[in-house]
């Protein structure tokens, strides 16, 4: 079992969640997150006045699926959060030792499907 977690920017939110449904995820979690990776921040101007915001607002989902499943959905939310700028993001995929659906208590891939 795996775990993908993408941070990207929150103007592609939409278009990740219609790449993953289609690409067969059955769920997923969405947090608000703030961050910054190399841009480290960037300066606005508010009322003539140059501030720095360092920590920008970013998306992030997770969605727990299947080993054989983790690559697909991964190029799924590449193609769709990419922009071609920096900060579009990062992924991370991580291994998880086992998922409990608390409602019946089933395990791992019966947990996460359908």
Known sequence: MKL????FKPSRLDAV???LSDAG????TVSEVRG???QRGKTE???GAE???RLLP???????CPSSEADRLAEAIVQAANTGTIGDGKIFIHDLDAIIRIRTGERDEL???G
């Open 45 to 47: 101007v508010y009322r």
């Open 4 to 7: 993908v977690t993408a941070i």
């Open 111 to 113: 947990a996460v499907s």
């Open 36 to 38: 910054y990776g190399r």
């Open 25 to 28: 995820a059955t769920g997923m």
């Open 58 to 64: 970013k998306v992030k989902v997770e969605v727990a």
């Open 51 to 53: 501030y720095e915001v």
């Open 17 to 19: 969640i219609d790449a």
